[in-house]
């Protein structure tokens, strides 16, 4: 079965600050797929990134950049220069194209970012 | 254009009542998956539809929570007789199908708070 496991419940830093946020995931899958989610305050989760389990070359949009390692099972985020605006909750969570319930994810915990000026 | 829309946005029931959620996707969007998340944690898969055909619904909690997509568009999740554990935001989201893992686009959640 899959799983997903964020192990920081909270993170809270200095705006301007780097903050890297961890992700490891467990699957029987060769073929599966790794998001990142924000949800704002508002309460609406919003897409940030996916990533099939054949593409494991890193990522980088603006201040965001994503780790992607199968030999550990991680998928990381860092966000550079971080921002108020940033602060949010992260979810990381895992799709395996295969299974019957199309493509349901399976997400972590979350991780609070909380940015402070 | 639209994104995935829910209503009501707020809903306080009884415990013992019924209630109703609904979904509206994003238009040609022809997977519906519904989630569950409770205060302080991630989001839990409730069910799935694939145009009108509910294809999994192995999510769900209790023989009282019942969904349906009737014409393949609209969705609405349904909890008969309401307990104080059924308080969560539940959460709607569409995406496109094919043999890729598409997004999933979320809507704004219903938050229900059992009394």
């Known amino acids: 079965a899959q799983k997903v496991t964020q192990a920081q419940t909270e993170i809270s830093v200095v705006e301007k600050e780097d903050v890297t946020l961890d992700c490891v995931y467990e699957?029987?899958?060769?073929?599966?797929?790794l998001f990142w989610y924000k949800q704002p305050p508002s309460g609406e989760l919003v897409f940030l990134i996916r990533r099939n389990s054949f593409d494991e070359q890193n990522e980088i949009s603006g201040r965001y950049s994503w780790n992607f390692q199968k030999s550990t099972s991680s998928f990381n985020f860092t966000i550079t220069a971080s921002q108020v605006v940033d602060s949010a909750v992260y979810f990381c969570a895992l799709s395996e194209p295969n299974n019957n319930a199309g493509n349901m994810l399976t997400f972590g915990g979350g991780t609070r970012l909380m940015v402070k000026p | 254009g639209a994104g995935v829309s829910q209503s009501p946005r707020y809903k306080v029931a009884k415990r013992g009542q019924d209630v109703a959620l609904r979904c509206d996707p994003i238009?040609?969007?022809?997977?519906l998956f519904w989630y569950q998340q409770a205060l302080g944690q991630g989001p839990e898969f409730l069910t799935y539809?694939?145009?009108?055909?509910?294809?999994?619904k192995s999510g769900l909690p209790s023989d009282r929570f019942f969904a349906e997509r009737p014409e393949g568009s609209v969705s609405t999740l349904k909890i008969q007789r309401t307990q104080q554990e059924d308080s969560a935001v539940y959460l709607c989201a569409s995406s496109l199908t094919g043999p890729f893992s598409y997004e999933q686009y979320f809507g704004p959640g219903t938050r229900l708070t059992v009394t």
């Open positions: 539809f694939q145009n009108e055909a509910q294809l999994d």
């Open positions: 699957t029987r899958d060769t073929t599966y797929y």
């Open positions: 238009s040609g969007h022809v997977s």
